[in-house]
């Protein structure tokens, strides 16, 4: 399967891309004046931290299927785990875009803005090309059952900021911050309940 190579890169960029945002978000939640907006951020670093786990252990799989060319002996119950972990992923990606763009209402320096809007485009494109390679795979092997396949972005468009708007209100009570040039439709963050950063497909 010659989309596994591509996969791979975009799940090594999206880590890298991880890795420094948790390293941005953590003074912001050592340093918060007050709880609210520790557990805001705390909430969104731990999905983040969770995510980058599942990497850890997706991207040395997918490389030992590249390198050694495994991809045609995987039985289908092998398979249906693999495209079920990549699909996974996807929600990832789009998770973390919305964590980019709420970043953006902390982040006010010209540096870490343009960092964040450059790594939100680039997460928006990669998650638009996981969802296409994912849709061809799962043609492809229609045998294989895949985990849900729902388009998280049916419904929402890059205009719709009501939840951010409500969420960027509510840390405005506690402190100043500016609103991204763009945003996106998310849910409120510290809602209860099962996330993308606490899934784990079996």
């Known amino acids: 399967m010659e989309e596994f190579p591509q996969l791979r890169s975009i799940f090594e960029r999206t880590k ?16 918060a004046q007050d709880e609210h907006t520790r557990l805001y951020y705390h909430h969104i670093y731990e999905e983040e931290e969770q995510r980058l786990d599942r990497l850890n252990e997706l991207i040395p799989h997918l490389n030992s299927i590249i390198s050694e060319g495994k991809a045609a002996q995987l039985s289908n119950r092998e ?4 495209l079920s972990d990549i ?12 964590h980019l763009e709420l970043a953006m209402y902390e982040f006010t320096g010209e540096e870490d803005r343009e960092w ?11 998650y638009l090309t996981v ?9 492809r092997v229609a045998d294989v059952k895949v985990g849900n396949l729902v388009d998280h972005d049916e419904g929402h468009s890059i205009h719709q900021v009501d939840h951010l708007q409500a969420s960027a ?8 911050h500016s609103s991204p040039q763009q ?3 998310v849910s409120k963050p510290g809602k209860k309940g099962l996330t993308v950063g606490s899934l784990r497909l079996t």
Do not use: Y
């Open 16 to 31: 890298d891309g991880i890795g420094k945002f948790m390293s941005m978000l953590q003074p912001i939640i050592d340093n």
């Open 79 to 82: 398979l249906s785990r693999l």
């Open 87 to 98: 699909n996974l992923e996807r929600f990832g990606l789009h998770n973390f875009r919305e």
């Open 116 to 126: 964040l809007s450059q790594m939100r485009d680039n997460t928006q494109a990669d």
């Open 131 to 139: 969802k296409e390679v994912m849709a061809g795979l799962t043609e």
């Open 169 to 176: 209100g509510a840390l405005k009570d506690t402190g100043s």
């Open 183 to 185: 945003v996106v439709e």
